[in-house]
Structures are given as structure tokens and as C-alpha cells.
């Protein structure tokens, strides 16, 4: 069985692909993906694209064309949970999509036909992705960011940038409203888990926090992707690979 690796970013990519062992490109549905082998699983390496809908496309066409039995996802958010700093890690276990809302037919959140408004991550494979980003945060790989964290719970997805104090605040206060303690905000991973959630297929996620969803975002994001989200990705999956039996092959 064959493992995904999907990536928000190219940067965070390179260093596996690069370490493939029979590494192939193939494109499809206007995408490249990296077939290959890293620590004797085979695995396929692809960017997400940004948004929801194009995160979706890619990880239906990851289960539909290359049979992976298993998605393991890395990229960066905007922390906005109490305590969630820019060089943290916060590693999902539920996924809710901020923008979904169909009231008064539904309540707000709650995806229609699905009877939920969150989803849960693999929760064996998300325990294996916990320990390996505490391990790469304890081993000081990127040491301007010593006190580092490693977090773990509710991410939100929605198909906007939160990059305001006010957007932030009231997205934080009217989900915890609803006892949804959430820490993190993205645009990705609740589309791959509702699109995992239907086939079936497990799925664990990692985002390094490369800003506080408001208006002191980082002012160099480019190279926050390159020198620290980067370097915890290829660890952390690594680690992952190292922890999970080759013959099982996938994230379960």
C-alpha cells in the first residue's frame, strides 16, 4: 500500500523528493506527483494547492489514481488559540470548516449530510505524528525557536486569509461559543479530511505556526517556510516513516 505525503508548500517538499529512492514525476489532473520509496515505504509526494477546493481535487486524485491507503499532510497556519506562538507545531486531531455555514437549514458549521461539524483525524497515526514533531521540537533543529511547542486539537479551514486581529478574534470567540476550542487557521486540511472522511482513508496533519492570524503576521514568510516550517516537515516525516512498519505501508 502506498503513503501520501501532501504538502501546502514546494519548499517543504524538496528534501523528500530528493531523498526518494527510484523517484518518478508523473502529471496528472494538472499536477505533478513524485512516485517513490523513503524508508522502505512507497510513497507519492504532491502539492495540495491553495484553498479548499483544490486541496480536495488533489486528494481525491491521490485515492482515485494512485491508490494511497493513507494521507499524511504538512504545512503552516495562523495561530489563534491562547498560547499557539509562531514557531510552534500543532498537530490535528479534529478539523471544522470556518466558512461552512448553511443555517438556518443547518446549524452554522455543521456540514450538510454529514450530521457533524468536525471531523477526526487517524487517531494512531496522529499519536506517531505527535511524537515525532515533539522529537524534532526537543532536538533544537531550528534554534531561533528554542521554547517551541508542540500542540495538539481543533484546526480550522476556510477559503479566506485570516490576517487581521478583529477577523481573528471574532472567528476565535464565536467558535469557542460553540465548544470548539480552536487552536490554529488554515485553508486546506478540513477539505482533505471530509474528502478522506468519504473514501474512507486515514489522514494525519502537522502545521508549523508561521504568524498569529492578525496584523503582526511575519514579515518574511517566504523565508519562515524555508528555514523553519521546511526543516520541522522533513523531520517530522521521517520520524513518521521511521515509526510505521514497512509492511503496513499507509498511515494507519
Not at 87 to 100: N, P, S
Not at 196 to 218: E, K, W
Request: glycine share 10%.
Amino acid at each position: 500500500m502506498t503513503l501520501a505525503i501532501l504538502s501546502a508548500l514546494a519548499e517543504e517538499q524538496h528534501g523528500l523528493v530528493d531523498a526518494m529512492q527510484g523517484m518518478q514525476c508523473l502529471r496528472h489532473a494538472g499536477r505533478d506527483f513524485w512516485l517513490g520509496r523513503l524508508h522502505g515505504h512507497e510513497v507519492v509526494c504532491a502539492l495540495s494547492g491553495i484553498g479548499k477546493v483544490a486541496a480536495a481535487t488533489t486528494t481525491a486524485a491521490l485515492i482515485e489514481r494512485f491508490g494511497v491507503r493513507g494521507i499524511l499532510f504538512t504545512g503552516v497556519a495562523g495561530g489563534i488559540g491562547a498560547g499557539v506562538n509562531v514557531g510552534d507545531v500543532v498537530i490535528a486531531r479534529t478539523f471544522l470548516q470556518h466558512d461552512m455555514d448553511a443555517s438556518p437549514i443547518f446549524p452554522r458549521w455543521q456540514l450538510p449530510g454529514y450530521g457533524c461539524s468536525t471531523m477526526a483525524c487517524d487517531a494512531a497515526a496522529t499519536d506517531r505524528l505527535v511524537q515525532a514533531a515533539d522529537s524534532a521540537v526537543r532536538s533544537g533543529i531550528v534554534a531561533s525557536y528554542a521554547s517551541a511547542r508542540v500542540h495538539q486539537g481543533l484546526i480550522a479551514s476556510g477559503d479566506q486569509f485570516v490576517s487581521s486581529r478583529q477577523a481573528s478574534a471574532q472567528l476565535r470567540a464565536d467558535l469557542e461559543a460553540a465548544g470548539h476550542a480552536v487552536l490554529a487557521v488554515e485553508m486546506e486540511g478540513a477539505a482533505v479530511a471530509q474528502t478522506c472522511l468519504d473514501y474512507g482513508t486515514p489522514f494525519a496533519a502537522m502545521r508549523t505556526i508561521s504568524d498569529r492570524a492578525d496584523d503582526s503576521a511575519h514579515v518574511d514568510f517566504s523565508d519562515f517556510v524555508r528555514t523553519v516550517a521546511s526543516r520541522y516537515a522533513q523531520r517530522v516525516v521521517l520520524d513518521f516513516l521511521r515509526q510505521t512498519p514497512a509492511k503496513k505501508q499507509a498511515v494507519c
